[in-house]
């Protein structure tokens, strides 16, 4: 705020007083998050009722374990109405756990980075994609969720239950 009257004192139009550039926000950013104090933050959220009430004990019950139980039965259930067959019917660990997806990337070291990004500046801002390994036809986790969000809806059509999820 102070900086927009500032601009305005300078004799900036008041429909350029908030004009402002990226450098200069993040700037601005910076400093503002370090006048906040964690005591602040602490406040905002109780007040906010962001936090749960401490005083309280735990959910005895694991939601992760009940939308998994949920899962397998949405997947049982295509299965049922013949949506998915029995040969391509796989276990809920193997849906969201791929091997495929289970790739190994090694940790890249800040003086790569910075290498990498010097040869890329020498070489005329070319990125050369050196790719190894060849495409797989496997679709990524997201999607096969997606996936199976979508046939999920379309049992609860047919069951005419229709739920939003």
Not at 47 to 76: A, R
Not at 123 to 132: K, L, P, Q, W, Y
Request: hydrophobic share 40%; with cysteine.
């Amino acid at each position: 705020m102070q900086r927009a009257l500032d601009r305005y004192d300078q004799g900036i139009t008041p429909s350029e007083i908030y004009v402002i550039n990226q450098l200069e926000a993040m700037r601005l950013t910076d400093l503002a998050w370090k006048v906040v104090t964690e005591d602040t933050i602490c406040h905002c959220w109780e007040k906010t009722d962001i936090l749960p009430d401490m005083s309280t004990p735990p959910p005895t019950s694991n939601p992760l374990s009940e939308l998994e139980w949920s899962m397998s039965d949405s997947l049982d259930a295509l299965e049922e109405c013949d949506v998915l067959q029995k040969n391509n019917h796989i276990d809920l660990e193997e849906l969201v756990n791929s091997a495929a997806e289970q790739i190994v990337v090694e940790e890249t070291l800040e003086e790569e980075i910075c290498s990498a990004v010097l040869e890329w500046h020498v070489e005329g801002d070319v990125i050369a994609i050196i790719d190894d390994e060849p495409e797989t036809s496997l679709p990524s986790c997201t999607d096969a969720l997606a996936a199976v969000a979508t046939l999920q809806q379309y049992i609860w059509v047919l069951m005419g239950t229709l739920r939003v999820v």
